[in-house]
């Protein structure tokens, strides 16, 4: 049987564009379709602009700081209409470096949305229908708000880079790593942050809890007003805002409320019922561990299997599946230790096992210090920061590493490279450290701690 193509891509998000480009690359014939703007999530409404509202929102914070140092500086206001029409010249750059990967690897592309008739077969919504040798699914996920009354009135985190003003109070609703992050940039940027978490325990759940605390601690303390236990029942508009009702009763008013309570997959009307492809219970596409459909034409990447949700995974199943499919060296995913970074302020860096899960898994020693580093202290902050590193007795592996500092993200991905191969405590011990800098104490602890 010929085909139209060898592989057809549906998504043109960052695992869908670089399995397309890989796989043209390796000679295959290939195509993809994308409904939205190419670059998907990531590099439309997700990491990219975040960043940069990241960057955006430090500055108070290092103006003061320069003040300290004995620079004579004054802030002015934050132009949000300026900073916002840069973001998206920014964002339509890197779209057309997206688009430009692409065309410039010979990989034809449709502007429609792309759904899935069988095993061969996608049908696009412009009209006409493609065969594929093999067929792609990397169509993400999107943001999802709880089914409460009025919530439709609020916003998720696609709505944040289009606002037309910043508003001057702002409920953020969840403890997961976006609510925190954006949490962190409103108050940076000026707005009076109030932010709910609807279980009485410590946000950012399934990380650390030494380290979520000491996040959790530097968000307060640099003006967020976090709340636990703080559960929304119902929403409605007021004037010039809304009303939120909590549980237990409560009433209070916000400009604007973000609602930041997770994501799906985005499995909804793409075709997928009679083709025998499986979904889980979340509506996650679910593959084996080479990204293979219960249909063996069809793969799955990227947040659409709801595996680990973040970019660079997303990237490493599509380079991983064009391996197994296009390269003939069948490939499985490596999920284990990944290091990933909560972009909140302070910043907090992470691989492996948390002390929780660790001490459930065997025998630890806990290596962990918490202080105010030079730069902060002599500028009279209280901000404290936190290197930890959970190791087993056993094989004396460095089995999780937890980092609470500014640049946390860029630490954890280099002490990442040598936890992912295995280093031990004593391997640690034996480089050098760099002083004077934070991470110089992840190689100069000797004693553990004595709870542990
Ligand atoms: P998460 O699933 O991480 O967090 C959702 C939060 O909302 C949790 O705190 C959850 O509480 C809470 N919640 C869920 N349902 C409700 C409800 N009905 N009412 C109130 N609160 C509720 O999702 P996010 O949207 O924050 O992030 C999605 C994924 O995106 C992340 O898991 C991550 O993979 C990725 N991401 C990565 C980033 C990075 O790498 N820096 C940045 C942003 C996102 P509970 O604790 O009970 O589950």
Not at 92 to 101: A, C
Not at 243 to 270: H, I, M, S, W, Y
Request: glycine content about 12%.
């Amino acid at each position: 049987m010929t085909f139209d193509y060898d592989l057809f891509v549906i998504g043109g998000g960052s695992g869908g564009v670089r399995a397309a480009r890989v796989a043209a690359q390796a000679g295959a014939k290939v195509a993809l379709a994308e409904e939205d703007r190419y670059g998907g999530t990531c590099v439309i409404r997700g990491c990219v602009p975040k960043k940069l509202m990241v960057y955006a929102s430090s500055y108070p914070q290092m103006m003061r700081e320069a003040q300290e140092y004995g620079w004579t500086v004054h802030a002015g206001g934050f132009d949000w209409t300026a900073f916002r029409g840069k973001l998206h010249a920014e964002l339509d750059r890197l779209e057309g470096i997206y688009r430009n990967i692409l065309s410039s690897n010979g990989v034809e592309t449709f502007d429609t949305r792309a759904t899935v008739k069988d095993a061969h077969t996608v049908r696009l919504a412009s009209g006409g229908e493609k065969t594929a040798k093999h067929i792609l699914i990397a169509v993400g996920g999107h943001p999802v708000k709880p089914d409460l009354p009025g919530a439709e009135h609020g916003l998720t985190s696609n709505d944040i880079f289009h606002l037309e003003t910043l508003p001057r109070t702002m409920l953020i609703i969840g403890g997961g790593y976006i609510a925190c992050e954006f949490a962190c940039i409103l108050n940076g940027l000026g707005v009076h942050v109030t932010q709910y978490y609807h279980r009485e325990t410590q946000v950012l759940r399934g990380f650390d809890d030494e380290a979520r605390n000491l996040v959790a601690e530097g968000m307060r303390a640099s003006g967020v007003n976090l709340e636990l236990g703080a559960d929304i029942s119902e929403m409605t508009p007021i004037e010039g805002g809304y009303r939120v009702t909590c549980r237990d009763g409560e009433t209070r008013e916000f400009e604007q409320v973000l609602f930041a309570t997770g994501r799906k997959p985005n499995t909804g009307a793409l075709g997928l019922e009679d083709t025998g492809v499986e979904l889980g219970d979340r509506g996650e596409i679910v593959v084996d561990d080479y990204s293979q459909t219960a249909v063996p034409s069809i793969y799955a990447i990227g947040d659409v299997t709801d595996r680990v949700n973040l970019t660079p995974v997303a990237i490493r199943e599509g380079m991983a599946f064009v391996e197994t499919v296009f390269n003939g060296r069948p490939t499985p995913v490596d999920h284990k230790l990944i290091p990933t970074a909560i972009f909140t302020q302070p910043e907090m860096g992470t691989i492996g096992l948390t002390e929780e899960e660790a001490r459930e898994a065997g025998e630890i020693e806990v290596y962990a210090t918490s202080f105010k580093p030079m730069r902060q202290s002599f500028a009279g902050q209280d901000e404290k920061v936190l290197m930890k590193l959970v190791v087993s007795k056993k094989t004396r592996r460095i089995v999780g590493c937890h980092i609470v500092a500014p640049e946390a993200g860029e630490m954890i991905q280099l002490v990442g490279i040598a936890i992912k191969n295995g280093a031990t405590k004593e391997e640690f011990d034996r480089t050098c450290a760099v002083h004077p800098t934070m991470t110089e104490e992840l190689v100069t602890m000797r004693e553990p701690r004595q709870d542990a």
